[in-house]
């Protein structure tokens, strides 16, 4: 499913290219600006570095189908701002869930259908989770994710590491602990909500629950305030956390860790941290998909003759043998060198493609020999395709 965040992004605009733009021109302006913007090309320019994590997590969604089609509905649904309820409604805006929202309007009985237990399902469903009939929150609130970006070498990204991610957001209060009291002290129940967090008021046929004004929506009042936070629970803080970063993460990738984003309110529970990955490339291998590819030139006796050839890997070098007749473009597979899987067994293969090197020079006697070689070896199929041309224009 698609992150709530990105309804407030408009990937298209990053990128550069209309709504209706095909994956193809959608791939082109991804490569363009990816080398225009990336960080090796743009040293000490955070400017840069910032438009290509953009660039990178716009790519991600729009080059994959299923997330662009997940992007585009959540965008038509909610981008200009519908079902947000007003803050003057009391403690702001009810969250609500997007999945069911997006579950609701494709497939489990969509707008006026009926759910697959027989209920009535639709705007009916929808309103009433967003107006208190469904979901309701109760007790503190929790705490908003939060989100990071690294930078990783090209072989840390396929092998997995360990690093620290140094973060200055909120952390918990240590002097109350988060619950926002003075040491000493404790928050009182909410006599208005009993300690629900919502309040629920009769009109007529219909009943509507709201948070509670008098505690937020928390089910506690804080009568003396901690003097550190100020009765909020949580103060900003440096904090340096140890992120394992698994095997085989690629360019653009996210990583959540639970509970490591901004405390909740007054002790509720921690939100989640993201962690963007972004990718340098190497200067030998590519990646795709779970394989790495590798151009290796050799000359032409070693192509025409066969030999044996030592190319590196992520894990050291291997001999691969290279057969007697090997054309320029060839590949040749080594299985279990490529991307290993997340638990550290191998996975894809390294791809050995063989590039012919032709000498810009010859000496002499390099030339008088080759020249030699040259009357002993039956014409190129270039030659056979010229005289079938002449044959057939006469």
């Not at 360990?162 to 040491?183: E, F, Q, S």
């Not at 032409?300 to 043998?321: C, S």
């Not at 060198?337 to 006697?365: H, M, N």
Request: one cysteine or more; aromatic letters at 6%.
């Amino acid at each position: 499913m698609v992150s709530r965040d990105w309804m407030e992004k408009d990937f298209y605009k990053v990128l550069g290219v209309p709504k209706d733009a095909p994956t193809a021109d959608i791939k082109k302006a991804y490569r363009q600006l990816a080398r225009d913007l990336h960080p090796d090309h743009n040293p000490g320019n955070t400017g840069a570095e910032d438009r290509f994590k953009e660039v990178s997590e716009a790519y991600t969604v729009l080059a994959d189908d299923k997330k662009r089609r997940e992007y585009d509905e959540m965008r038509s649904l909610l981008g200009a701002g519908a079902f947000r309820r007003d803050a003057r409604m009391g403690g702001g805006a009810t969250p609500f869930d997007l999945n069911d929202l997006l579950n609701q309007a494709r497939g489990g009985g969509g707008f006026g259908g009926t759910s697959p237990g027989g209920d009535a399902g639709g705007f009916g469903d929808i309103f009433g989770n967003l107006f208190g009939q469904g979901r309701r929150r109760s007790g503190p609130a929790k705490g908003r994710d939060v989100e990071a970006a690294v930078v990783l070498e090209f072989a840390d990204a396929v092998k997995g590491t360990t690093l620290p991610l140094t973060l200055r957001a909120p952390g918990v209060c240590d002097t109350c602990h988060g619950d926002g009291a003075r040491p000493g002290t404790t928050p009182e129940t909410c006599q208005t909500c009993h300690g629900l967090g919502m309040v629920t008021t009769n009109q007529g046929a219909f009943s509507f629950s709201e948070p509670c004004k008098d505690c937020q929506g928390v089910g506690t009042i804080v009568r003396d305030k901690c003097p550190e936070c100020k009765g909020s629970g949580g103060v900003t803080k440096t904090r340096t956390l140890t992120v394992r970063i698994p095997a085989g993460v690629d360019n653009g990738q996210k990583i959540r860790l639970a509970g490591r984003g901004e405390p909740g309110e007054r002790g509720g529970p921690t939100g989640d941290l993201y962690v963007l990955i972004t990718v340098r490339p190497h200067e030998y291998f590519e990646r795709k998909g779970d394989n790495l590819v590798l151009r290796v030139p050799v000359t032409f006796p070693e192509a025409a003759l066969g030999t044996d050839v030592r190319v590196p890997t992520l894990d050291g070098p291997v001999t691969v043998r290279v057969p007697a007749g090997t054309p320029s473009g060839r590949t040749l597979r080594v299985r279990g060198r490529g991307v290993p899987l997340r638990d550290g067994s191998p996975g894809g293969d390294l791809l050995v493609t063989v590039e012919i090197e032709v000498p810009a020079e010859l000496s002499p006697e390099a030339r008088e020999t080759l020249e030699k070689f040259a009357t002993q070896v039956p014409p190129a199929g270039r030659h056979r395709l010229e005289d079938r041309i002449t044959d057939e224009t006469g």
